[in-house]
Antibody
């Protein structure tokens, strides 16, 4: 069974940093592209970042480019999101998500809440 | 960036009704489109991928169609568990943008 378990969320002050982790199991992690998707309270889904299976190709939403860094450790079956210079508008539930074969997302974690507030 | 526009933003319907939700891309995306269902407090659930392929385990009352810029999600006969918010997402090019969502409510 595919499982994605996020951790690392919490309350952080504006301008602060946070590192999210996602532990993957139930599939060959090193063979799949991964994403982070977020959802602000009461709002819609926003795609945040993508990383290829090897980690060689990375994309970001304009809203986080230059502030967030996606990475992965295939030996540890883990995905990460380093978030710096956090803003109030980054407050959201962050989902770790595994790609399907057509750019779709068939597997999602349960999400971790990041709150940016003073 | 490709913009995805869903309509309507919300719809009220009754159990047994047929409902159609539309998603329009700001430029052609071939069939690189997925549909998701999300219930409050839960992660999204993939319903349709590649515009018209039904994800394993999803009831056959859900169907998707379209290509290029115009797409539809149809629920043939609404069931109580279908009341939720639905999102489309394009996977033609990065950023993989989502539509704003369509909230399906009970009439």
């Amino acid at each position: 069974e595919v499982q994605l378990v996020e951790s690392g969320g919490g309350l952080v002050q504006p301008g602060g940093s946070l590192r999210l982790s996602c532990a993957a199991s139930g599939f060959t992690f090193s063979s799949y592209e991964m994403n982070w998707v977020r959802q602000a309270p009461g709002k819609g889904l926003e795609w945040v970042s993508y990383i290829s299976s090897s980690g060689s190709t990375i994309y970001y939403a304009d809203s986080v480019k230059g502030r967030f860094t996606i990475s992965r450790d295939n030996a540890k079956n883990s995905l990460y999101l380093q978030m710096n210079s956090l803003r109030a508008e980054d407050t959201a539930v962050y989902y770790c998500a595994r790609d399907g074969h057509y750019g779709d997302i068939p597997y999602w974690g349960q999400g971790t809440l990041v709150t940016v507030s003073s | 960036d490709i913009q995805m526009t869903q309509s309507p933003s919300s719809v009220s319907a009754s159990v047994g009704d047929r409902v159609t939700i539309t998603c329009r891309a700001s430029q052609g995306i071939s069939s690189w489109l997925a549909w998701y269902q999300q219930k409050p407090g839960k992660a999204p659930k993939l319903l349709i991928y590649a515009a018209s392929s039904l994800q394993s385990g999803v009831p056959s009352r859900f169907s998707g169609s379209g290509s290029g810029t115009d797409f539809t999600l149809t629920i043939s006969s609404l069931q109580p568990e279908d009341f939720a918010t639905y999102y489309c997402q394009q996977a033609n090019s990065f950023p993989h943008t989502f539509g704003q969502g369509t909230k399906l409510e009970i009439k």
